[in-house]
């Protein structure tokens, strides 16, 4: 156990790093600061509320900076279309912080920022998942036909609408090769923005897919360009928590301590796979945290009188880290097997190189 | 592929490392000699008394922490030091319970030279969580440089070990370049 000052609690620093090493994986790997599965942590692990929200946002924005470094190597780095977006990402976040606190002085915000939750992850799941699918599938049938496989394949066609979009200044994304309205652009880190203010979070699960399926970026050049907005917004929200005194150095420092390896482990495995195996990962972190989100907004709709809810919905946040870590570590495994010549499944196959 | 030079790798490794270890070092430094709390707890935001919200924390009703009243620059024990809004925070004080509070005497309560704490905390809701809030962080100004101060550290810390895991991989060899992003 530790004794955290500031926090107020005694907390075992080893289950910190843990979190830190667990998230770090999942955000290197799908390009989220994963600040859904690392409050309710905090919380359970003592910490007050508001703490567990600074702490979150800090250590996510040094976890953040670790991956980036890292994905900046990988190449995964568009930063034409990060620089373009940072503005409208920051215009987005004061919006989404100003219609909670309307909400909020209305008394209904916890309510509604748990409806907002639910609907957006579900309907954001539900796309990701049947487009994957359907690009899983046809990954499938050129591989049988033993055609070249690239990197990415992506079957929707709301990319190709959105770049058709005749408004000036058009800009070259030379990393993410898209040619695309720079109003676009802004426009999609500001909805994104909104979102991330207004639910209290990096944003990333509403990013990587905006920018792959909105911009028409591939999936990794998503992940590693989320990353540089999580890394802004993250270090703005942590100003914001550490002058309102909600923030607890010594947890943040033993989460990055763990978010250091996670990071590298989660960013370097996505060189391992193709851009459809990233966004099955992501659309299943979706349905797991819309599952944790409906059951806490069940709860808070009964009145707070069924606790076994609430339970349920922390015990689902936490297995859903180790869930998604699993997965990750088998699909790089598979891959490593994959190019040593041996067996692996034939639904992985096309997904990982 | 990328093609590493081992000495520069090894430079860059040994380099991050130290600057990374530096930080570490300071930051827990810092924050165990209560330097950094102390810098943190700024002044007080409204009229009351600075406590160690820490020692009251398993008082009930029938039993509460009884805190005396004395003016001096620390907390150490069972004190309730009277801070006006905008005073600086006593040493050790990590809360400060308000006149409003008092008043109501629902949870503390003044008596005589002596603070009562009857009720040091309550249970609150937040994103459908339930968490303990006490007394602590309450009725406390933070310095504003101490966030800027935290922010980067962060990105600092973010920087070297990033840097630090980027030398490792060069100097065992491992050669990580930038990867094709065809269509």
């Known amino acids: 156990m530790f004794d955290f000052a500031i926090a107020g609690v005694q907390a075992p620093f080893f289950l910190l790093v843990l979190v830190g090493l667990t998230v770090g994986i999942v955000g290197g790997f799908i390009g989220v600061g994963g600040g859904y599965m690392v409050t309710p ?40 279309l990060a620089l373009s977006m940072i503005a409208g990402t920051m215009l987005g976040v004061e919006l989404g912080i100003r219609l909670l606190v309307y909400f909020k002085n209305l008394g209904i915000s916890g309510v509604v920022l748990l409806m907002t939750s639910v609907a957006l992850m579900f309907t954001l799941f539900l796309y990701t998942q049947f487009e994957t699918r359907r690009a899983h599938k046809k990954m499938a049938e050129m591989e049988k036909a033993g055609e070249k496989l690239g990197r990415e394949l992506q079957t929707s066609n709301l990319p190709k609408f959105f770049q058709t979009i005749p408004l000036a200044p058009i800009i070259r994304c030379r990393a993410a090769r898209v040619i695309v309205s720079m109003w676009v652009i802004v426009l999609v880190g500001m909805v ?21 399926y ?10 590693g360009t989320d990353l540089v907005e999580i890394v802004i917004s993250g270090a703005y929200g942590a100003l914001r928590h550490s002058i309102e005194g909600n923030v607890d150095m010594m947890a943040v420092l033993f989460m990055i301590a763990g978010a250091m390896f996670g990071a590298q482990v989660g960013s370097i495995a996505t060189s391992y796979v193709r851009g459809p195996a990233i966004r099955y990962i992501l659309s299943y972190s979706l349905i797991l945290a819309t599952l944790g989100a409906a059951l806490r907004l069940t709860y808070v709709l009964t009145g707070q009188s069924v606790e076994w809810l609430s339970l349920t919905a922390v015990v689902l946040t936490l297995g859903e880290m180790i869930f998604l870590c699993l997965f990750i570590s088998s699909l790089v495994w598979f891959a490593v097997r994959r190019r040593g010549g041996k067996w692996v499944p034939d639904w992985v196959a096309p997904l990982v190189i | 592929m990328a093609e590493v030079n081992r000495g520069k790798a090894a430079f860059k490794f040994c380099f991050w490392l130290v600057v990374g270890v530096a930080l570490f070092g300071y930051i827990i430094y810092t924050y165990s000699s209560g330097r950094m709390i102390q810098w943190y707890y700024y002044t007080a935001s409204l009229d009351g008394y600075a406590v160690d919200a820490n ?43 308000s006149q409003a509070e008092l008043k109501s005497g629902k949870r503390a309560v003044v008596e005589g030279q002596t603070v009562k704490v009857m009720i040091p905390w309550q249970i609150k809701e937040t994103k459908g969580f339930k968490f303990k ?22 990105l600092a810390l973010g920087v070297s070990l990033g840097l630090l895991a980027e030398g490792f991989t060069d100097l065992v060899g491992w050669k990580i370049g930038k990867i094709e992003h065809g269509h």
């Open chain 1, 41 to 80: 942590a905090l919380i359970v692990f003592g910490f007050p509320g508001y703490m567990a929200s600074g702490i979150d946002m800090t250590h996510i924005c040094g976890k953040g900076l670790v991956s980036t470094v890292r994905h900046r190597q990988l190449g995964n780095i568009d930063w034409t």
């Open chain 2, 133 to 154: 809030d006490t007394f602590k962080h309450k009725g406390i100004k933070t310095n504003p440089w101490a966030g800027a101060w935290n922010v980067a550290m962060v």
């Open chain 2, 55 to 97: 020692l009251s924390m398993n008082a009930t009703k029938e039993k509460p922490a009884v805190l005396s009243i004395r003016k001096q620059d620390t907390v150490d024990g069972l004190v309730a030091i009277p801070v006006s809004k905008g005073d600086r925070l006593p040493k050790n004080a990590n809360g400060v319970i």
């Open chain 1, 214 to 223: 909105v911009v028409g970026a591939s999936t990794h050049i998503a992940v």
């Open chain 1, 192 to 212: 994104t923005g909104v979102l991330a203010g207004f639910l209290g979070v990096g944003g990333g699960f509403v990013r990587v897919p905006a920018l792959v």
